[in-house]
């Protein structure tokens, strides 16, 4: 199983879950068709299937025209509002595509309808791989949309992190010195959240992902999966879990927020060339 990390957008991930037995390709959030199709060219695989971790347009926009570029592509998800859905799946569902083993993790929050996958192969060598969309990010989890901090503390603490702990995970956005930043300021003493942020920025620089992680590593440096460390309670004031948690992703929520983004549909305007006419007159 090869996974291929695809950038795209201002700081988002698509991927590529390629079985090198069959040649046969997943897809995981592919928002921009063009870029994706490039590298299935590149690889030479078939692309069998994509799978959606939840409807936002930055992860779901590209599924109606690969959907109408490749017929019989399956498209799943656990939400109606993914576009081109085509299989609905559920909390615990497995699936197959070649060597490749799927097991959907239902994760509320971020979205009410939020899907992570997990995927191995059967006697293999390799270390499972986590795609955990908007709900955990390397050194964070994503902001409460949908949800509440009860149900991101079930996401985190019941469902991903009982994964086993050599589980890569490959999140949805590249948010790493961000959220270790905001992790330093939780725990300022912590020196695994000094080293990671070192390695994040040098990372940052060269311009090069800051995925995958794993989920052991995350246990030590990511504040949302230490809500029970003495030093994050007393960040926030609070003892019980949901409540520190509640906490860290309302402080992290206004930590740093940057002066201007641009609009999101100002940056699909820009993807989709609609304003080369107009910058091509200066």
């Known amino acids: 199983m090869k996974v291929k990390v695809i950038s795209v957008l201002e700081d988002n991930y698509m991927y590529l879950v390629i079985d090198e037995s069959s040649r046969d390709a997943v897809a995981v959030d592919a928002a921009v068709p063009k870029r994706l199709l490039e590298i299935i060219r590149k690889e030479d695989v078939v692309l069998r299937a994509i799978l959606t971790t939840h409807h936002h347009w930055d992860h779901a926009r590209g599924n109606e025209e690969l959907a109408q570029l490749c017929p019989g592509l399956r498209v799943f998800g656990a939400d109606e509002r993914v576009g081109a859905l085509t299989h609905k799946v559920t909390h ?6 070649g060597a490749i083993r799927v097991r959907c993790l239902f994760t509320p929050c971020h979205t009410s309808g939020h899907m992570c996958y997990f995927m191995w192969e059967d006697d293999s060598p390799d270390a499972p791989a986590l795609f955990s969309g908007d709900t955990l990010f390397v050194g964070g989890c994503g902001q409460f949309f949908e949800g509440t901090a009860e149900q991101m503390h079930v996401n985190l603490t019941q469902i991903l992190g009982t994964l086993p702990k050599e589980t890569k995970v490959f999140c949805g956005h590249e948010c790493t010195v961000r959220n270790l930043k905001f992790a330093l300021k939780v725990e300022p003493e912590n020196e695994m959240v000094k080293e990671k942020l070192a390695w994040a920025k040098q990372r940052d620089d060269e311009d090069l992902p800051t995925v995958p992680s794993t989920l052991q590593e995350e246990f030590l440096y990511n504040p949302f999966l230490r ?12 003892t019980d879990p949901v409540e520190v948690l509640r906490t860290l992703r309302s402080q992290r929520d206004t930590f740093k927020r940057p002066k201007e983004r641009p609009h999101p549909q100002a940056m699909l305007a820009f993807d989709w060339g609609l304003f080369g006419p107009f910058l091509d007159k200066k």
């Open 227 to 238: 809500v029970t460390e003495e030093a994050v309670q007393k960040f926030t004031g609070k």
């Open 92 to 97: 615990g569902q497995e699936l197959t595509f």
